[in-house]
């Protein structure tokens, strides 16, 4: 499967809200999409294109040299075919091309399929955020990779 990842454009959104409202129960709207890309000098995303159709993105908040990912996901007709692995590559590439040397996300608990990808690359778990998810006071876990090992690795 031939895929392109590239900087997310105003013009990648409304293929981006489908795929966030297959994948999450609280969705970003696209608003908070615009505004991501146009207004927030510290926001950096990137979407996965097959044939100039977006099946996945994922984004980042850079501040100083740590990220915090904000989001990622994969079309569901997409999933368990290495896409997300990709695009976990290219982000963490991204992020070391800006010079970020820590990258953090927060997990849902029961998202097990999501912890392997993100432990495939590093991630540890740190911690966790009480009742973090407001549609069902789930917890979150939280990880964490140090881009220094990792940046060797890839």
Avoid: C
Avoid at 80 to 93: H, T, V, Y
């Amino acid at each position: 499967m031939q895929i392109n990842i590239t900087p997310m454009t105003l013009e990648d959104i409304d293929e981006v809200i489908k795929i966030e409202h297959a994948s999450f129960t609280v969705p970003w709207s696209k608003e908070s999409f615009e505004s991501e890309i146009k207004n927030n000098k510290h926001a950096i995303y990137i979407v996965v294109k097959q044939e100039n159709k977006v099946i996945g993105y994922g984004g980042m908040w850079k501040i100083f040299e740590e990220g915090h990912i904000t989001n990622v996901a994969i079309h569901p007709d997409f999933r368990r075919k290495r896409i997300g692995s990709a695009l976990m590559e290219a982000m963490i590439k991204t992020a070391v091309d800006n010079e970020i040397t820590l990258l953090t996300l927060e997990v849902r608990e029961s998202n097990i399929p999501a912890q392997r990808l993100y432990s495939k690359f590093g991630f540890e778990v740190v911690g966790k955020r009480k009742n973090y998810y407001a549609d069902n006071n789930e917890d979150a876990l939280i990880m964490n990779v140090e881009l220094r090992m990792q940046n060797a690795q890839l």
